[in-house]
Structure formats: structure tokens, C-alpha cells
């Protein structure tokens, strides 16, 4: 059964700096997603991955499957990346079932 | 707009009752996924219903049910609810072919509160 953790749990920013959130796990799995949840409670997939790196406009996302750890990048933040960032992966290898990490609650001051 | 929907968006009952969520998938999303936000256990996967058929179960209680209809919508019924039951409830669509290594897409959610 796996388990997620997130770190850290809060964090705080000055527009512009580049900012990193990480997420460990501790079972072999086949993808880990990165949400994004607004202040509003709505909730956006960032990212699915499986393996390498992924990049989309200012956030960066990468996965060590051998380490069991992600990380999410985000370069020159801005204010209105202020959100709860949640990585998430299957509860075990071969189910649908998805277990969350408590969230990153980032907030970037101008 | 992730094309998801879910209504009501906001509902305030008296514990005891028996509410119903809806929520229509993304055009061609034959995944449904059920998940509960509460403020002291973060996101939890309830259940999956892929093109009618269950597929998978989480924590759901047993005061809990879904069920996905032919034209793919999906309702959550909670019944005797209790003032623990006050969450956030999303529902999520995926295409349903790659199961977990696919993106899923969000609803708006629907805020449940029990007084």
C-alpha cells in the first residue's frame, strides 16, 4: 500500500522566484499526477507522469522512479500561482485507485 | 472548464437526510471517479464507474452509493448523513482507456454542508 508525502507544507514567495515542491512515495507505481487546487477549491490536472520530465509554460515536472520522488518546478512565479499544489499516485501498482499527499500551499507575494 | 460538471454546487442539509450529487463526464469520457475533500483527511477516492460497470472502491461508507446511467452521467447518493459528512465532493472524468496513466479531469466540485 502506498503512502505519499509532500514537502513542505507551506511555502512562501516573492514574485519572480523559482519555486520547488516535492513529493515521495513509497510503492512502486506506473504515473503520479501533480493538481493544481485554486483558492476557490477548483481543481486542475497539472501534469501526469510516468517517467523524465515534463514541461508546460512555466512549470516543470519531474519523476526518479528509482527514488520513489517527484518534484515540481515553477520558474519566475507570479501571484496567481498562489494556489494548493496535490501530487497523487495509485494506492499499488495496477489499480485506478488514487491516494493524495496533503497539498503545498503556495503562496507568491508581488 | 474542464467540460465537467457537477450540480448543485453548493447544498446545506440537516444530518439524517439523504442528498444526491450529479455529475455529467467530459464528452467521450467513459471514467467517472468520486472523490471527497474534507478539511481533516484532505482528498479521498471513493469509486470509479467506467462505462456503467463499477470498477473500483475506496473508503466509501456504506451510507454511501453511485451509480453511472447509460448516457454516462454519474449521481453519489449519501443517506443518514452526519455532520462528519461535510466535504467537498469532485467528481472526475477520464477516457477510461489507459486507467490511472491518464490525466483526469476535475469538476467544480460540490460543497456539502450538514448542520
Known amino acids: 500500500k502506498n503512502e505519499v508525502e509532500q514537502s513542505p507544507q507551506n511555502l512562501t514567495a516573492q514574485e519572480g522566484e523559482f519555486i520547488t515542491i516535492n513529493c515521495s512515495y513509497s510503492v512502486g507505481i506506473s504515473a503520479l499526477h501533480w493538481l493544481q487546487q485554486h483558492p476557490g477549491g477548483g481543481i486542475v490536472s497539472l501534469f501526469m507522469?510516468?517517467?523524465g520530465k515534463k514541461k508546460h509554460g512555466r512549470l516543470i515536472a519531474t519523476i526518479n522512479i528509482q527514488e520513489k520522488h517527484s518534484s515540481l518546478h515553477i520558474t519566475a512565479s507570479h501571484p496567481r500561482d498562489s494556489a494548493v499544489y496535490i501530487c497523487?499516485?495509485?494506492?499499488?501498482?495496477?489499480?485506478?485507485?488514487?491516494?493524495f499527499g496533503t497539498g503545498t500551499r503556495l503562496q507568491v507575494f508581488p | 472548464d474542464s467540460g465537467v460538471t457537477q450540480t448543485p454546487k453548493h447544498l446545506i442539509t440537516a444530518t439524517g437526510q439523504r442528498v444526491t450529487l450529479r455529475c455529467s463526464p467530459r464528452s467521450g469520457d467513459l471514467s467517472v471517479y468520486w472523490y471527497q475533500q474534507s478539511l481533516d483527511q484532505g482528498l479521498q477516492f471513493l469509486i470509479q464507474?467506467?462505462?456503467?460497470?463499477?470498477?473500483a472502491k475506496g473508503n466509501i461508507l456504506e451510507r454511501f452509493s453511485a451509480q453511472q446511467f447509460p448516457d454516462l452521467h454519474s449521481e453519489l447518493n449519501l443517506s443518514s448523513l452526519e455532520l462528519g459528512d461535510s466535504a467537498l465532493y469532485f467528481c472526475?472524468?477520464?477516457?477510461?482507456?489507459?486507467?490511472?496513466?491518464?490525466?483526469?479531469?476535475f469538476g467544480p466540485g460540490t460543497r456539502l454542508l450538514v448542520l
Open positions: 472526475a472524468s477520464s477516457p477510461g482507456v489507459a486507467g490511472v496513466e491518464e490525466t483526469q479531469y
Open positions: 464507474y467506467y462505462n456503467g460497470e463499477e470498477r
Open positions: 497523487a499516485v495509485p494506492l499499488s501498482y495496477n489499480t485506478d485507485k488514487l491516494i
Open positions: 507522469l510516468s517517467s
